[in-house]
Every structure is written in structure tokens, then in C-alpha cells.
């Protein structure tokens, strides 16, 4: 049963109305058998849907939607984030063993492993979560998971006013310059918020263009949002991998209006560089990096170790004059979301980036930086 329905057992992980589905074909299935009892195939049944799509521990936890993030760092510690804010559950696994068994069920019905052979895996889910688990003994204390739910809610640019994530003015501001097709990079640390924000201002994008997204999991969901889209998905193989830069080399030949890179950090940022000065303003991509000073420091980094032979500081100029605006994001001890600033980059002078804040964000204020 499990091998004739694993996308629907799959994408159960975390829609009720899909693992009522599975029950109904339990159901079914043993319905159609002979020698059943009527209370006996009431028991059969609910022992086969825990079995096949019961997660232990964990089942509210996947299937509240308030949920972001779950962590296990052992069979005894569940941690999970919600609005934010990481908390300590009062679940556990009964052993180990548990773990591990809830572990290869969820990846079962995408086809991926975690055994000796693999002792740690990434996976993108049926729903589109994002699975990471390391195996004990590399994870010292046991072994440890952590989720990344599929987001059921969308940002628009207007939930990020009413999130506080920015100001009318900011978010007017960045209107006008994706309109005017500006270069936008965002930055900032893990879960600060780049991606949720990159996808709402892309609903200014023209319906007319025609994007190609970018990245390694299809997380934009750009499809949802626009018109004319086509998303491009890195995969990860030992024998035959398909990078980012694979795919932005072949993204040029598909006549993109703009490209959107869900995240640059290698090779590929000199060619979304170059794509940016040819034809393909209006470019957006999200980068790691705490302002954007470091973010253009990183960039140039990148396009080093990966072109060595490159004059740095021709580098850094070709960054300084192709980037228009960096958009940095920072989550707060509160788990609140702010673009901590919007800053202009105006060129290169004197062996620097010249750069120069529009908007930032301070003592819980927006403010617009005086001219």
C-alpha cells in the first residue's frame, strides 16, 4: 500500500485531510478482505495508520501550522519554533530506536535513507518541508532532526505591515525601485526572513516578465504569485549533481526577463552578476550576511575562490556597480522580523563601496535617513 500511495502518505506528514485520505484506503483495503471481525478490522485499522503515517512525538507538532521549525536534537529534546520564538516541548521519543523508525518512515516516500551507509541525509519532503537528521554516534548526543516546515501562509507585501516587518514608506520605496528593475540583493542571518520577503516583493514584478527562479529547494513558490514563471531546482547527487550554477548558465539560454536566485553563496554569484549588467535588470537574490557591507564582501569572496585569477578590486568594482540595493533582515530576541535597513549602493570610490542608508530600523522605529 505504502509503495502505491507514497505521495499521498507523503504529503500526510502535515495535512490532516491527506492522512484521513490514507485511512480511507486503509479502510478500503481491508474492507475487501475475508476473516475480519468487525471489532478486530476497526483495530487492524488503526494500527496500520499509525504504522504507516503515525509519527510518534511528533504528529501535532507537524501537523500545527503555527509550527515553523521542529528540532530534535536527541529522542529526549524536542524543541520547536512558533511565531518566532524557540521552545522547549515536553515531548519525547520512547527510545532511540523510535526515533530513528519515525526518521526513515517520513523519508520513505521521497526514496531517501539514514542508516550506516548514509548516516546523514537532507531532504526535501512530499509538502515541501525540508528534512535534515544526523545519525548517532556523528551526532554525539543521539541522533537529531530537524524540520523545516513547507509554510502554509504566503506573505503579500501587506502582511508585512501588518507583521511590522517594515514601514509603508520602505515598502513604497521598494515598489519604485523593483518597478524601475533595480538589482536588489537581501541579506541577513539564518531565518531572519530574506526568503518570505524576496517572495512578497516579487508581487511587483510586471505580469508581462518572464522570471526563472533559482535555488536549491523550490521554496519561492513564485508560480503562486505570478503569471509567467518557471523554477529551476538544484539536485543532489553523488554520480549526477545539478548545481546552481548549472542552472543559472542554462536560466540565460531561457529568455528570462529577470532571474531570482533563492540563494547565492558560490560560483554562481559572478554570472548573476554578469546577467544583471546584460539584459536581466531587476535581478533579485538573498544572500548570508549581517549588513551590506559584509554582503558585498562575501560576493567578492565568492567570485575569488571560485576565479582566482580575477584582480580583486576589479571584482569589487564590477559588485559596487551592478548591486543597486541591499535589503538587510534581522530576526529579533522577540522572533519579530525587520528589515534592518535598505541601503543604496551608489558606486565605488577610494578603494570602497560607497554606500548609503535610505531606510533603517532602530529602537523599534523605522526611519527614513535624511539626504
Sequence with gaps: MLKNHSQLVGLSLTDREKKQAVAQIIQDYLTGETGYLLPDLEKI??????????YGPLDDLLANPDINEIMVNNYQEIYIEINGQIQKTSRQFASEEQLINVVRKILAPVGRSLDLANPYVDARLADGSRLNAVLS????????????KFPV??????????????????????????????????VGGTSSGKTSTLRSICAYIPSHERLVTIEDVDEL?????????????????KEFPITLYDLLLNALRMRPDRLIVGEVRGKEALELLEAMNTGHEGSMGTLHANNALQAIQRLVLMILRNSMDLNPELVMRLVCQTLDYIVTMKRLSNGKRVMLAITAVRGYQQGEPWLEDVFYFEEDRFYAASS
Excluded: W
Excluded at 494500527?47 to 503515517?53: K, N, R, S, W
Excluded at 543521539?142 to 524540520?147: K, L, P
Design 45 to 54: 485499522k488503526q494500527y496500520c495508520i499509525q504504522e504507516i503515517c503515525g
Design 221 to 237: 513558490k513564485l508560480k503562486q504569485l505570478h503569471p509567467h514563471v518557471v523554477s529551476l531546482e538544484a539536485r543532489k547527487s
Design 137 to 148: 554516534p556523528i551526532a554525539v548526543h543521539g541522533t537529531c532532526v530537524t524540520i523545516r
Design 153 to 186: 501562509r504566503f506573505y503579500t507585501p501587506e502582511n508585512l505591515l501588518e507583521l511590522g516587518t517594515c514601514s509603508r514608506e520602505m515598502l513604497d520605496f521598494l515598489r519604485e525601485a523593483v518597478n524601475n528593475r533595480a538589482n536588489i540583493l537581501l
